[in-house]
């Protein structure tokens, strides 16, 4: 599967909450961020984890954050950030 | 749903970040999970492991330290891919438990 996004592009996290094994930790459901950059693409672990074989390949995102838009009651300097690797089936356009 | 170990962000206290010197049955079991997943003959594999772990539900994902939760995640693994049964597991186990008590 080709990247759908690049470094630069803004991606808002799916707001989704299945039970089972998912890679997306809860506090970054919903946030928009930035591409930082494209990792690679591999067999998605969310379908390895039952055995199958997750293909065809999700590609991996590094996806940078304000750390004020993940926080409510972040109180600290304006220009952290926090960056989270996530699948792109994860990932919307912003 | 947020999982059991899903807890970024949660008001839980401080980390304790003290280091303790691996016991042998820890290494033991760290070295199982690499030989079941070395992907020339693939037995598991580590999302299988989470997977297991993340399903261990709350209490008993408190109650077990760090490599507890991989062996009882590498058992329950095991158990449903067939390469034990229940059964089997169960009278090594007390075999092990026997061999203990004479020494």
Redesign the interface.
């Known amino acids: 599967m080709t990247a759908a996004f690049s470094p630069g592009d803004r991606v808002t996290v799916r707001r989704a909450?299945?039970?089972?094994?998912?890679r997306t930790?809860?506090?970054?459901r919903g946030k928009t961020g930035v591409v930082e950059r494209v990792l690679d693409a591999f067999p998605n672990?969310?379908e390895?984890?039952?055995?199958r074989d997750g293909l065809p390949c999700q590609p991996l995102y590094r996806v940078r954050f304000p750390q004020g838009a993940?926080?409510p009651d972040y109180s600290g300097p304006d220009a952290d950030t926090v960056d989270v690797e996530l699948y792109q089936h994860w990932l919307e356009p912003a | 749903m947020r999982g059991t170990h899903d807890i970024g962000g949660l008001t839980l206290g401080s980390i304790d970040r003290t280091e303790h010197a691996l016991a042998l049955w820890e290494k033991r079991i760290h070295a199982l999970m690499l030989l079941l997943s070395d992907p020339a003959k693939e037995v598991m594999n580590v999302h299988e492991l989470r997977c297991g772990i993340e399903a261990l539900g709350e209490k008993e994902y408190d109650r077990l330290s760090y490599y507890e939760r991989w062996i009882t995640s590498i058992a329950n693994n095991l158990l449903r891919k067939g390469v034990f049964t229940a059964d089997e597991l169960g009278r090594k186990l007390a075999e092990v438990e026997e061999r203990e008590k004479q020494l």
């Open positions: 909450y299945p039970p089972g094994h998912v930790p809860y506090y970054i672990p969310e390895r984890a039952y055995g993940v926080w």
